[in-house]
C-alpha cells in the first residue's frame, strides 16, 4: 500500500524538466553532425532564398525572424517520414524536390539535397495570388498540388542562385512531387543524412510557411 | 491492477495496440495520451499505478524523445519500463533512444507484428 502516500507529479515542474531536457537533447545533437556548419550554411541560404522570392515578388512582409531548427530524421525504409499536419495543425500541402551533383545522379537517385515546402491547405491560393498568381480552387486537390509544386519551383530557383553566390556548383534539380498531409512511402532523401533543418515563417503571429532541406554528409564545395 | 499507458498521436495505432493486447490475454487497464503533453498530464496524476509505457517518437508539440529525456530524470518515472514504439527503423535514432534511456524496455519499429510487441512487453507485466 505504498503508492497511497505518493502524491501527484507536479506538472508544471515536470514540463519545465522536459523543456529543459529535450532542449538539451536538441543541442547534443546539433553538435554531433559532421559537417554541421555547412548545413547549417545553407540552410540559412534557403532561408534567404524565400525570403527574397517574397519580397521581390509581392508585398507580404514575415512578421519575424524565420525560427531555424535542427531536426532528427525519422525514417522508414531508408526514407523520410512526413507527417504534414503536424506543421500547422491543419491540412497541409507539400512538395518537395531533390538536388543532385548531375543529371544521372539525379536519375539514380543519388541525391545531395532535398528540399520540402510546406503550406497549410487554407492559405496557399492566397499565397499564389499574393505572388502575382492566378487564384486556384482550393477545393480542388490537383491545383493545390500544383500551385505548391510553382512555389517550392520558385524557392529552389532562387535556393540555386543562393548556392552560387557561395560558390557551389549548380545543381541538377528534379521536377516537383506534391502531396496532401502525407506522403506515403515517405520522401528520398540524401544516403547517410540524419538530420533535416526546418525554417519556419511566419505571417501576422501566425506560422504559415515551412521549408526543409536534408542536405548529405557528404556536400562540399 | 497495475495499467499501461499508451503513449501515440495515431488514434488507429493505438486501436492496434489495444487489440493486439486484448487479444494477447493482458488483461491491464489502458490508458492513453495523444502526444507528449497529453501524456504529461496522464503520467502525473497516475504514475503510481502504471506498470508499463509504450512510447511513440514522432508526435506533435513534444515528441517521444524529448519526452522521455524528461521522464529519466525524475525518479518516480525513470523506474516505469519503456518501450518506444516508432515508425523510424535508423539505428541512429535507435542509439540516442538508449542514449537518452538506458534502461529502455525496447524499442519496436512500425510496422510490428503482433507477437513481436507482446514479447517486448510480457517480461514487464508479470
Not at chain 1, 548531375?102 to 487554407?122: H, N, P
Not at chain 2, 503513449?7 to 487479444?23: N, Y
Amino acid at each position: 500500500m505504498q503508492k497511497v502516500n505518493k502524491p501527484p507529479l507536479d506538472i508544471d515542474e515536470f514540463r519545465e524538466i522536459v523543456h529543459r531536457e529535450s532542449a538539451r537533447l536538441r543541442l547534443r545533437s546539433r553538435t554531433h553532425s559532421d559537417n554541421s556548419e555547412e548545413a547549417f550554411t545553407l540552410a540559412l541560404a534557403l532561408s534567404v532564398a524565400v525570403k527574397k522570392i517574397f519580397y521581390a515578388k509581392s508585398k507580404l512582409r514575415f512578421s519575424n525572424e524565420p525560427v531555424l531548427e535542427k531536426k532528427l530524421i525519422i525514417k522508414y525504409d531508408d526514407k523520410m517520414r512526413v507527417d504534414a499536419m503536424q506543421k500547422f495543425n491543419d491540412a497541409t500541402v507539400f512538395s518537395a524536390v531533390e538536388f543532385a551533383l548531375t543529371e544521372q545522379a539525379l536519375k539514380r537517385q543519388q541525391y545531395i539535397m532535398t528540399l520540402v515546402l510546406f503550406l497549410s491547405k487554407e492559405f496557399l491560393a492566397d499565397f499564389l495570388y499574393l505572388l502575382q498568381y492566378p487564384y486556384i480552387d482550393f477545393d480542388d486537390d490537383l491545383e493545390l498540388q500544383d500551385g505548391c509544386g510553382t512555389l517550392v519551383n520558385l524557392i529552389a530557383g532562387q535556393y540555386r542562385k543562393e548556392m552560387g553566390a557561395l560558390k557551389y556548383k549548380d545543381f541538377a534539380m528534379s521536377h516537383f512531387d506534391s502531396y496532401i498531409n502525407s506522403a506515403p512511402g515517405g520522401l528520398v532523401i540524401p544516403k547517410g543524412a540524419t538530420h533535416k533543418y526546418e525554417i519556419s515563417f511566419e505571417f501576422e503571429k501566425i506560422k504559415r510557411l515551412v521549408v526543409e532541406v536534408v542536405i548529405s554528409p557528404k556536400m562540399r564545395k | 491492477m497495475m495499467k499501461i499507458l499508451l503513449i501515440d498521436d495515431s488514434l488507429l495505432d493505438r486501436k492496434l495496440l489495444i487489440r493486439i493486447l486484448m487479444k494477447a490475454g493482458i488483461s491491464q487497464e489502458i490508458l492513453q495520451a495523444e502526444d507528449g503533453d497529453h501524456a504529461m498530464e496522464v503520467l502525473a496524476t497516475n504514475y503510481r499505478d502504471i506498470c508499463l509505457i509504450l512510447l511513440d517518437w514522432q508526435m506533435p508539440k513534444i515528441s517521444g524523445i524529448e519526452l522521455m529525456s524528461g521522464m529519466v530524470k525524475i525518479p518516480e518515472l525513470s523506474s516505469i519500463p519503456t518501450v518506444m514504439v516508432t515508425a523510424s527503423s535508423s539505428e541512429e535514432n535507435k542509439r540516442l533512444a538508449y542514449q537518452v534511456n538506458p534502461k529502455l524496455a525496447g524499442y519496436v519499429v512500425k510496422p510490428y507484428k503482433p507477437d513481436e510487441i507482446v514479447a517486448a512487453l510480457k517480461p514487464y507485466l508479470q
